[in-house]
Every structure is written in C-alpha cells, then in structure tokens.
C-alpha cells in the first residue's frame, strides 16, 4: 500500500481532486487506515476491500465516504427487519431504497429480509453534514415522507431515514409527528461525534 501523498481523508474524497475518480484498490485501504486505522475499513457486501476489488467492484472517492460500510448496514438492516416482524400479516415486503448509492444498505435489508422483495433508485438529495438539518436537504426529507404518504396511503409503511448522531434536534421534531410511531438509534460503531444511525417511523400502523 502506497503511504507517500496527501492523507486520504473526506477533504480528499468528498472536495477533493478523487471525488469523482475511480479509485484503487490501495486508495480505498487508504482512506481506512488514515482516517479510521482500519484498511478494511470500506467493507461493502459483507467482503473487504481486498476481496470486493478482486470481483471487478469500483468505487468512486466520494462513493466511499458516503457508502454504508457493512457494521452499519448490518445494524441497520437487523433493526429494520427487527421492526417489520412485528407488521400485520400482509402478501409480502416491498423494500424500495431512495437514495441506493453503492446498493450496500438494499444489501443488508434483504439479508435480513430473505423473503422480502428489493428495489434501489439513485435519486440522491443534496445533504448538508455540518449536523445534518434534514429540513435542508434538496428536497427536505420532510417531503420526501408526504410524497411516499401520499403515493402509498393504503399500504403500511416502514421508513428509515440515515441520521447522524449530530442531527438537528429541531428538524427531527418536525419530521416525526409524520409517523403513527418512530425511535431513533445511533450505532456507536466509531469514535464520538462520527456515529451514523436510522430514524425509524411507520405510518398505517405501530409495533
């Protein structure tokens, strides 16, 4: 592994000159153990860098900041399963992922969900991370929500939305009277203040 160069940190991968790039195999083992000691760090599909590179899979610098490394995605998608298991009876799960980036989160949903179905889109909002104001993405997560409520009132519905542990109180208060029930989990999976969680809220129904 290369160790000469600038330190491959977010600066580098998200406004940096590798936002954009394809990076290498040694980049992304990089990034890991600059910016968290850990080259494995970037484990995506239940598969380490060394192992998901091997199998043809790319990521672009950006891609690697902003994807749900495996410990999240695998907590995540247990509390959502965890969640739906308690549904009504229904003709089945419908996991549908907004905003699917690397796919690594749809990943771990279906894992966690053999039976249920799966669908990913690449519609991104523009996010703020400076602690994350979910009123001021583009859209606001807000009406994100509406437009699913709307569009799918006579189903039951299961939403998660990706939160950092810095999130704006304030935007979480205007998001969760939406929901017939919601809680909030952070994962504390790094060091304080860098700990991503969900935000999880139904609407047609309560556990």
Same mark, same amino acid.
């Given at each position: 592994m290369a160790e000469t160069g600038p330190s491959y940190d977010r600066a580098l991968l998200l406004a940096g000159a590798r936002r954009n790039a394809i990076l290498d195999r040694w980049e992304v083992q990089r990034y890991g153990a600059d910016s968290y000691r850990d080259p494995d760090y970037v484990s995506i599909y239940g598969l380490r860098p060394a192992e998901w590179y091997a199998k043809g899979i790319r990521l672009l610098g950006r891609t690697a900041v902003e994807c749900t490394r495996d410990d999240l995605g695998d907590a995540i998608g247990r509390d959502v399963a965890g969640i739906a298991l308690m549904a009504p009876p229904s003709g089945g799960t419908l996991v549908i992922v907004l905003f699917a980036g690397s796919?690594?989160?749809?990943?771990?949903? &279906?894992r966690h969900?053999?039976?249920?179905?799966?669908?990913?889109?690449?519609?991104?909002? #523009?996010? +703020? $991370?400076?602690?994350? *104001?979910?009123r001021r993405t583009t859209p606001p997560i807000v009406e994100i929500v509406d437009v699913l409520a709307a569009r799918f009132g006579d189903h039951r &519905?299961?939403?998660?939305?990706?939160?950092?542990?810095?999130?704006?109180p304030a935007?979480? #208060?205007? +998001? $969760?009277?939406?929901? *017939?029930?919601?809680?909030?989990?952070?994962?504390?999976l790094n060091a304080p203040g860098e700990n991503h969680g969900v935000l999880l809220g139904t609407r047609g129904w309560a556990p």
């Amino acid at each position: 592994m290369a160790e000469t160069g600038p330190s491959y940190d977010r600066a580098l991968l998200l406004a940096g000159a590798r936002r954009n790039a394809i990076l290498d195999r040694w980049e992304v083992q990089r990034y890991g153990a600059d910016s968290y000691r850990d080259p494995d760090y970037v484990s995506i599909y239940g598969l380490r860098p060394a192992e998901w590179y091997a199998k043809g899979i790319r990521l672009l610098g950006r891609t690697a900041v902003e994807c749900t490394r495996d410990d999240l995605g695998d907590a995540i998608g247990r509390d959502v399963a965890g969640i739906a298991l308690m549904a009504p009876p229904s003709g089945g799960t419908l996991v549908i992922v907004l905003f699917a980036g690397s796919g690594n989160t749809l990943y771990w949903m &279906l894992r966690h969900q053999p039976s249920a179905r799966g669908r990913g889109f690449e519609l991104a909002p #523009a996010v +703020l $991370t400076a602690g994350l *104001d979910l009123r001021r993405t583009t859209p606001p997560i807000v009406e994100i929500v509406d437009v699913l409520a709307a569009r799918f009132g006579d189903h039951r &519905l299961l939403c998660a939305i990706q939160v950092h542990e810095t999130v704006e109180p304030a935007s979480l #208060a205007e +998001l $969760t009277p939406r929901f *017939d029930w919601s809680a909030l989990r952070v994962y504390h999976l790094n060091a304080p203040g860098e700990n991503h969680g969900v935000l999880l809220g139904t609407r047609g129904w309560a556990p």
